[in-house]
């Protein structure tokens, strides 16, 4: 059984777009994205590589889509170093920092409050 992690809101434009889920099982990592029924019916896809469909895109590894949205350098050191993560958790990265990225694109920590679509 797969137990969730941790859980991000994607934001685009403002728009709640869908969720980003981290599950464990037995030792692996695998993660998920999933848009909203509601952002399907007049949103647009957040990439060219999440076209907007019901069913959900599942990953062995975090999408690179999202890793691209990370800082680099001296702002991803300063990032880790506040946050007191390791450099290696890109999730947990874009968790603490997904609120002021550059671009339409923008992700919350859904912390405690997971919705699984």
């Given at each position: 059984m797969s137990k969730i992690n941790r859980q991000g809101a994607i934001y685009a434009n403002e728009a709640l777009a869908g969720y980003l889920t981290e599950f464990h099982n037995e030792g692996k990592v695998s993660y998920r994205f999933q848009y909203r029924p509601n952002y399907l019916e007049s949103g647009a896809p957040i990439g060219f590589c999440f076209p907007l469909q019901k069913e959900a895109?599942?990953?062995?590894?975090?999408?690179?889509?999202?890793?691209?949205?990370?800082?680099?350098?001296?702002?991803?050191?300063?990032?880790t170093s506040k946050t007191q993560l390791?450099?290696?958790?890109?999730?947990?990265?874009?968790?603490?920092?997904?609120?002021?990225?550059?671009?339409?694109?923008?992700?919350?920590?859904?912390?405690?409050?997971?919705?699984?679509?």
């Amino acid at each position: 059984m797969s137990k969730i992690n941790r859980q991000g809101a994607i934001y685009a434009n403002e728009a709640l777009a869908g969720y980003l889920t981290e599950f464990h099982n037995e030792g692996k990592v695998s993660y998920r994205f999933q848009y909203r029924p509601n952002y399907l019916e007049s949103g647009a896809p957040i990439g060219f590589c999440f076209p907007l469909q019901k069913e959900a895109f599942v990953f062995d590894s975090f999408p690179t889509f999202f890793e691209n949205l990370l800082s680099e350098g001296w702002i991803k050191m300063y990032q880790t170093s506040k946050t007191q993560l390791d450099k290696k958790d890109e999730f947990g990265l874009l968790l603490h920092n997904g609120k002021v990225l550059i671009g339409a694109i923008s992700v919350t920590n859904m912390e405690k409050d997971f919705i699984v679509l």
